[in-house]
């Protein structure tokens, strides 16, 4: 283990406790802030995962935000089920879903994929418009009272001292903490791994990959179902926050696709704290020029394209570049021996053990 | 009877998405650049005739005649100085910069020019219609397809007659040995990409004579030009207008079941063809 790396677990479980924290000390309004920064980067983790390891470039992410939020929607209207557990039955019906639009783009080759998820995500929207239950085309609420409702919203209260209303706040927010906190470590973890170490290796060359033994769609069809999810959990969980759901707002390419590759790209894609940076960009722009309508799209998007065309590893890889200092490194290191010995392959040696 | 009516309804309707689609097709068959800006750079073109029109008190046909150069020129530095840089084997720089470039427009003509609807109007012509037999033909609808055929035909000469088609045909095959000949790669690419836009606006002219327009409706319009190119295969003009008949057909017959399908029942054709056909009807390149 490296210098970098021994410092940044405790700092990174500083600030997770301190961020777990803030229901004590901060207000309403930045607890519903940082609520909306943390789904925004567990959907750019998603999106990272796919497009900056796995190579797929999604622009259909919305299919699996929206199922999710409509799945859980229906759990609980029709099914009648606790919120939180419609959140578990979200993130399962995106996943499921997954498979076919799976079966059918991974036909697709690059920018075939890419439109083919976008036209799979505006089907799967067009379908639930015509779900008279749950309001067709303009969509329905949750009924009064559930989020207050919500198993482990009167501890909170208690605790807190809090209104039901900001109690079910604090709950929405620890559970995106969590799940920010989960998708990040799942991710390491996950490229840390064997498979991991073979997704790296289909992007970087898919002829010697494949020539060692490691199965690309395999490895692409698990990525894609995971990340699927991620996601689908994530926008049961963004649209049970706002209690209303609409086929044009839980399935918005500009919202749950376009937003997230700009903050992804502007972090760093293909590195694991690329998507925080970004969040934290996207969220200080959208602060700073709140009051001038569109500008901070338009910034946002200008700001994409000379990420793209000037530094294309984002922020954080112009930081590591310059600093040397890495944070969650995925890269393999070979063994320092001073005189390899010919014909005898080295071990490969983790930086992290 | 009320069938043949819809099918032609249907293939007329194909004609409009065959214009979306034919600049797309072009840029994406010599270059493989996939150009998510495509659709508001369609309907930037339609504010630009609009502009054209109302400053200078022209038919919106006169008006398209200025905003063709001007799109022209657009196209052109765009693609010089800023897609040119990202070409390449990773196909996500163009994606991500072209949905940049996306973004910026329909912002910036939400800033210009708000979110109202306009619409381009060429007086009695907006509803004039042929009676033939038992179907009714717009005037509108059917000179848009006869638009998109001669556009069509028009490029495929290009193509396929002249120096400049040449150098197109032989950097889509390849670029490195077409340059071993003397062809300046994206000097080509930049002429393709203005060439592009002069038919987006022309696609634009219908479109903004056709419907209400305004500044976020350029998304939904570039998926069925998407549609329309893939369903006609990588390089292939006229299996591009066959791509939009077939989107215009199943869009018609699917909103003469029940309204709400139009658009489901499109994309629905464009799955079931990519299912059976993975590199669409008729692929000329290799991709």
């Excluded at chain 2, 196209?75 to 990773?90: E, I």
Aim: glycine residues 12%; aromatic residues 8%; hydrophobic residues 55%.
């Amino acid at each position: 283990m490296n210098h970098n790396s021994k410092i940044a677990l405790p700092v990174a479980l500083a600030i997770v406790a301190a961020l777990a924290l803030v229901p004590f000390y901060g207000s309403r309004a930045i607890i519903q802030d940082l609520f909306t920064v943390l789904t925004l980067l567990v959907l750019a983790m998603n999106w990272n995962i796919l497009a900056g390891f796995a190579g797929l470039v999604s622009v259909g992410q919305q299919a699996f935000v929206g199922t999710g939020a409509y799945a859980m929607f229906a759990a609980v209207i029709l099914g009648g089920v606790d919120p939180l557990w419609g959140i578990v039955i979200g993130g399962a019906a995106a996943a499921a879903l997954s498979v076919p639009i799976a079966i059918f783009t991974f036909r697709l080759n690059g920018a075939y994929f890419a439109i083919g998820t976008w036209v799979s995500a505006e089907i799967v929207r067009l379908s639930l418009a015509q779900w008279k239950a749950l309001g067709g085309g303009t969509g329905t609420s949750l009924p009064k009272g559930t989020t207050q409702e919500m198993f482990g919203v009167q501890p909170i209260r208690h605790l807190l001292g809090i209104s039901n209303a900001a109690a079910a706040d604090v709950l929405s927010y620890w559970l995106a903490l969590a799940l920010a906190v989960a998708t990040l470590s799942a991710s390491y973890l996950f490229l840390r791994s064997r498979a991991g170490l073979g997704l790296q290796a289909i992007r970087d060359n898919l002829e010697a990959a494949r020539s060692v033994g490691v199965d690309p769609a395999r490895l692409k069809a698990i990525v894609f179902v995971l990340s699927a999810l991620g996601t689908g959990v994530c926008g049961a969980l963004m649209f049970l926050q706002i209690t209303r759901v609409t086929p044009d707002a839980a399935f918005s390419v500009v919202d749950w696709t376009a937003f997230v590759i700009f903050i992804t790209v502007i972090g760093g894609i293909g590195t694991l704290p690329g998507p925080i940076v970004g969040v934290l960009v996207f969220y200080v722009l959208q602060r700073l020029l709140a009051d001038y309508g569109t500008l901070y799209l338009i910034l946002l998007g200008l700001f994409g394209i000379a990420i793209m065309l000037f530094a294309r590893r984002g922020l954080w890889g112009l930081f590591t570049d310059k600093t040397g200092i890495e944070l969650l490194p995925l890269r393999h290191r070979p063994p320092r021996t001073a005189t390899p010995v010919p014909g005898i392959p080295p071990k490969i040696v983790k930086e992290g053990t | 009877m009320i069938w043949v009516d819809t099918i032609v309804q249907g293939i007329l309707l194909g004609g409009l998405y065959a214009l979306f689609a034919a600049g797309l097709s072009l840029v994406f068959g010599i270059m493989r650049l996939v150009n998510l800006a495509h659709g508001d750079l369609i309907v930037l073109g339609a504010y630009l005739i609009l502009t054209a029109s109302t400053v200078f008190g022209l038919n919106p046909f006169l008006a398209a005649l200025i905003a063709a150069p001007v799109m022209f020129g657009l196209g052109w530095l765009l693609q010089a100085h800023v897609l040119n840089r990202v070409l390449g084997a990773d196909i996500l720089p163009p994606l991500l910069v072209t949905f940049g470039i996306s973004i910026v427009i329909q912002n910036g003509l939400l800033e210009g020019f708000s979110a109202d609807s306009q619409k381009l109007s060429v007086g009695a012509l907006d509803s004039a219609s042929l009676a033939l037999g038992p179907v009714t033909l717009g005037v509108m609808p059917l000179l848009t397809l006869i638009s998109a055929v001669a556009v069509i035909l028009i490029l495929n000469q290009i193509f396929y007659r002249t120096a400049l088609g040449r150098a197109f045909r032989a950097t889509s095959d390849d670029a490195a040995t077409a340059g071993l000949m003397g062809i300046r790669p994206r000097n080509v690419f930049a002429i393709a990409t203005g060439l592009a836009l002069v038919v987006a606006t022309i696609a634009a002219l219908y479109l903004g004579i056709r419907a209400n327009f305004d500044p976020t409706i350029g998304p939904a319009r570039l998926i069925y030009a998407f549609e329309a190119v893939i369903i006609g295969g990588l390089g292939s003009l006229w299996g591009t207008l066959a791509g939009g008949i077939v989107i215009g057909v199943a869009q018609a017959l699917g909103a003469a079941i029940n309204p709400e399908w139009q658009i489901l029942a499109g994309h629905v054709a464009f799955v079931a063809v990519l299912l059976v056909r993975p590199r669409g009807l008729f692929p000329r390149a290799n991709d």
